[in-house]
């Protein structure tokens, strides 16, 4: 397993979800939720990679449950790209079918109700993605999984 810490996305279309790995690769925590219609999203994303000393960038793919694009899938994927113009971290994509209806799930399972929990659902889906990720990767020993270099971006 390689050392150092991942920071997970989880991009929707008015919050971005912001998680963040321990060095060791061990276990994936919340970090913020970024406003999608901020001055500069973007931005804010790359400070945060930058400020963690990030590795590696874990995106959620958003696909439909039968594996194919979605307007979501595109939306995230240029999001992706737009990001890697800005950093010089890796970006890996990750499925992430059904991880804000389990966020919301876990919410629930602890007495939170979806009200309460739109300023935090980002961030829960967020860890799920990265753990998922990091879960991948220590039973494997592969890089969880795909390259954006594997998408190409839009015109």
Same mark, same amino acid.
């Given at each position: 397993?390689r050392t150092g810490v991942r920071v997970g996305i989880d991009i929707g279309t008015v919050?971005?979800? %912001? *998680?963040?790995?321990?060095? =060791?690769?061990? $276990?994936? /925590?919340?970090?913020?939720?970024?406003?999608?219609?901020?001055?500069?999203?973007?931005?804010?994303?790359?400070?945060?990679?930058?400020?963690?000393?990030?590795?590696?960038?874990?995106?959620?793919?958003?696909?439909?449950?039968?594996?194919s694009h979605t307007a979501s899938t595109d939306d995230a994927l240029m999001m992706a790209?737009?990001?890697?113009?800005?950093?010089? %971290? *890796?970006?890996?994509?990750? =499925?992430?079918? $059904?991880? /804000?209806?389990?966020?919301?799930?876990?919410?629930?399972?602890?007495?939170?109700?979806?009200?309460?929990?739109?300023?935090?659902?980002?961030?829960?889906?967020?860890?799920?993605?990265?753990?998922?990720?990091?879960?991948?990767?220590?039973s494997t020993g592969k890089l969880p999984g795909k390259d954006l270099s594997e998408f190409?971006?839009?015109?």
């Open positions: 397993m919050r971005i979800g %912001v *998680s963040r790995s321990d060095r =060791d690769g061990y $276990l994936a /925590t919340p970090v913020e939720t970024v406003d999608r219609g901020s001055e500069a999203p973007l931005s804010r994303l790359v400070a945060l990679v930058d400020e963690l000393d990030a590795i590696e960038i874990i995106v959620g793919l958003p696909l439909s449950l039968n594996g790209h737009e990001l890697s113009k800005l950093t010089h %971290v *890796s970006i890996r994509l990750i =499925d992430e079918r $059904l991880t /804000t209806v389990s966020a919301h799930s876990a919410m629930r399972a602890v007495g939170k109700k979806q009200k309460q929990t739109r300023s935090v659902i980002d961030q829960v889906a967020a860890v799920m993605i990265l753990q998922h990720a990091l879960d991948s990767e220590r190409p971006a839009q015109s």
